[in-house]
């Protein structure tokens, strides 16, 4: 049930756009986004739910495809900050509200 | 708000021992889900506790145990410690009535010798 998260790291420079999917072969009822710094533990920066209701950061946008249960983070005009590594968690309506997280996307922003 | 802690913050145990971990989420969450997190396989979902009742659990082996009291704060105990079993343990809180987003703690660091 662990969705599939590409790529496995990217780096950018600073300025430059990301784009980070996440797929699920189960039928999802929501998708979170968090992300890690080193040694730090977990953010939380947005949920997507079926039916297209969205919260989180206004900095940081993602979609959700429920057709096929995708869904990509999109970070725009990256800062160093940006860096750490983001996981992406999908939620089944039938099992409480529990998350499967990805093995997770290193993002390294450079200067 | 105080955020979630976790006790204690690191551990060192000798393999076939067990060990009792401490989970207390933010004031007024009733959920509590217990994750591993180790290098090669991300964050991998232990269980999940709400009102004190287990409400979902992933595929971890029976050694893994959790519980969770009345006042929310919730305890993992893995027993028969196995080298594998070396990982970062976060529990995350949250208000569990819906897909609300969950806040982590910062983690308890467990090494099996």
């Known amino acids: 049930q662990q969705p599939v998260q590409s790529p496995q790291a990217v780096i950018l420079r600073e300025g430059e756009d990301a784009v980070i999917n996440c797929s699920s072969s189960?039928?999802?009822?929501?998708v979170h986004w968090y992300r890690q710094k080193h040694g730090e533990a977990p953010v939380f920066l947005m949920i997507?739910?079926?039916?297209?209701e969205q919260k989180g950061h206004e900095k940081i946008s993602a979609s959700f495809n429920e057709k096929k249960q995708q869904s990509s983070l999109y970070l725009t005009a990256s800062q160093l900050s940006y860096s750490g590594t983001y996981f992406c968690?999908?939620?089944?309506?039938?099992?409480?509200?529990?998350?499967?997280f990805g093995k997770g996307t290193s993002l390294l922003v450079t200067p | 708000k105080a955020g979630v802690t976790q006790t204690p913050r690191y551990l060192i145990k000798t393999r076939g021992q067990q060990v009792t971990l401490s989970c207390s989420p933010i004031?007024?969450?009733?959920?509590v889900s217990w994750y591993q997190q180790t290098p090669g396989q991300g964050l991998q979902f232990l269980f999940e506790?709400?009102?004190?009742?287990?409400?979902n659990k992933g595929n971890f082996p029976g050694r893994f145990s959790g519980r969770q009291f009345s006042n929310s704060r919730s305890e993992m105990n893995v027993s028969t410690l196995e080298l594998g079993d070396s990982a970062l343990y976060l529990c995350?809180?949250?208000?569990?009535?819906?897909?609300?987003?969950?806040?982590f703690g910062p983690g308890t660091r467990l090494t099996v010798t």
């Open positions: 995350a809180s949250s208000d569990g009535t819906g897909a609300h987003e969950q806040y």
């Open positions: 189960k039928a999802l009822y929501s």
């Open positions: 997507l739910l079926k039916g297209g």
């Open positions: 968690g999908t939620g089944l309506r039938d099992s409480g509200y529990a998350l499967n």
């Open positions: 004031s007024g969450h009733r959920s």
């Open positions: 506790y709400f009102s004190e009742t287990q409400r």
